[in-house]
């Protein structure tokens, strides 16, 4: 997978860095055909303290792409926040393909024939 991070009024710094890269190994567990990522990270000047940090992810899936974004006073947390809402996706996304791929047919017994009455 190609990750690209980068940061947004922010010095990425590299512990940063591989605090993303280590969270995003927990996704990569539950599904394996991801294409690349793109990770920002920011700062923006909201009046609400708690709202500064910003993480967004946007991912590209096989046959799916994933945008996420969270918001909270401590970057870890939203980072923290933004892999939890990315994971559950993926396993979303993961149950909706294998789901429909692999559905057994029912068997219903053995097919009646109908016999028509004759006149």
């Known amino acids: 997978?190609?990750?690209?991070?980068?940061?947004?009024?922010?010095?990425?710094?590299?512990?940063?860095?591989?605090?993303?890269?280590?969270?995003?190994?927990?996704?990569?567990?539950?599904?394996?055909?991801?294409?690349?990522?793109?990770v920002v990270l920011s700062v923006d000047n909201h009046r609400e303290k708690e709202k500064r940090q910003k993480a967004e992810i946007n991912l590209r899936l096989k046959g799916k792409d994933i945008f996420i974004e969270s918001c909270e006073a401590d970057m870890y947390a939203a980072i923290d926040l933004m892999v939890d809402k990315l994971d559950r996706q993926v396993i979303k996304h993961k149950d909706k393909i294998q789901g429909h791929a692999h559905e057994a047919v029912k068997y219903r017994g053995e097919p009646q024939s109908m016999e028509v009455p004759s006149p």
């Open 1 to 38: 997978m190609n990750l690209k991070i980068s940061g947004h009024h922010l010095e990425l710094t590299p512990a940063l860095g591989e605090y993303v890269v280590t969270k995003l190994d927990r996704v990569l567990r539950h599904f394996d055909q991801v294409i690349d990522g793109n």
